[in-house]
């Protein structure tokens, strides 16, 4: 909790939080008797509405998750989005965010990196995500739910091989955090022999597929470039892969990533 925080939950007419009783230890922790009302992304229309109101009444309004930032991975995009397309000012507060601090400490690029969040409960849907990704070169960051987390790394296993670099963060900031750097193999190997790292809340960050870019012609990268500013992404990739006879999913993967620069 950042003192720019305090001050603003201390300040406001009123908290929506996810869970108001989680809430509760964290705003007497810091003296905060400001009212509370529940919020998530699940609440009916109704509420959203009474929040819109008071805004537009003047009421300055603090949004708060159990953990973490906001709307990643966490309720609040309905609420932000009906607030944006009414004129409402909305402000952040900037504070812990468990994908952020878990990418800074892992010692894998962080100049580009795509966050994909919570992977699918179920082993056959969590594959075809994570195959979809698998020719991706940016660093790649995940949640995950401690009871899955062993099928998890299994999955990613089958999919990204046993080389692939991963780093798992969990409970970061809190009592029991810890770290662990290896190759997929290897983070299995570990998580599956202590039950401890399969408890609390985790970020699993992973290496992007360096191979994909450097086994490309030297011109795939220039013809892209110019294609995609031209046709959509995949006709752009289509097109490039009949110029340079470099594979086509390849160079729509490289073409997403210059779409995002």
């Known amino acids: 909790m950042v003192p720019r925080a305090v001050h603003t939950l ?11 009783r989680h809430s509760k ?6 003296s905060i008797n ?14 959203a509405y009474k929040i819109l109101n008071r805004l537009a009444d003047g009421d300055d309004v603090a949004l ?33 965010c468990a994908a952020i601090s878990a990418l800074s400490v892992s010692g894998l690029p962080t100049d580009k990196f795509r966050f994909v969040g919570f992977l699918p409960a179920k082993s056959t849907q969590r594959q075809k ?30 999919v990204f091989g046993s080389e692939r670099i991963a780093f798992m963060a969990r409970e970061i900031s809190k009592t029991f955090e810890t770290y662990l750097y290896g190759t997929i193999e ?9 039950s401890n790292q399969q408890r609390g809340e985790i970020v699993l960050v992973l290496a992007g597929n360096t191979a994909s870019k450097e086994n490309l012609s030297a011109d795939a990268e ?40």
Do not use: M, W
């Open 129 to 158: 995500v994570l195959e979809t990704l698998k020719s991706v070169s940016d660093t790649l960051v995940f949640y995950e739910a401690p009871h899955r987390i062993c099928a998890a790394l299994n999955d990613l296993l089958e």
């Open 64 to 96: 708060i998750s159990d953990a973490g930032t906001p709307l990643i991975s966490d309720p609040g995009y309905r609420l932000v989005a009906q607030a944006r397309t009414q004129d409402i000012p909305v402000i952040p507060i900037p504070g812990a």
């Open 10 to 20: 201390q300040s406001v007419s009123v908290i929506a939080c996810e869970d108001t």
């Open 222 to 261: 220039k013809i892209l470039k110019l294609l995609i500013k031209e046709l959509p992404l995949a006709k752009a990739a289509s097109l490039a892969a009949k110029i340079t006879g470099d594979d086509k999913k390849q160079l729509y993967q490289l073409a997403l990533t210059l779409q995002n620069k």
């Open 34 to 47: 400001t009212p509370c009302i529940a919020y998530h992304d699940h609440t009916d229309e109704k509420s």
């Open 186 to 194: 290897e983070l299995l190997v570990q998580v599956s022999a202590d």
């Open 25 to 30: 230890k964290l705003l007497e922790h810091f």
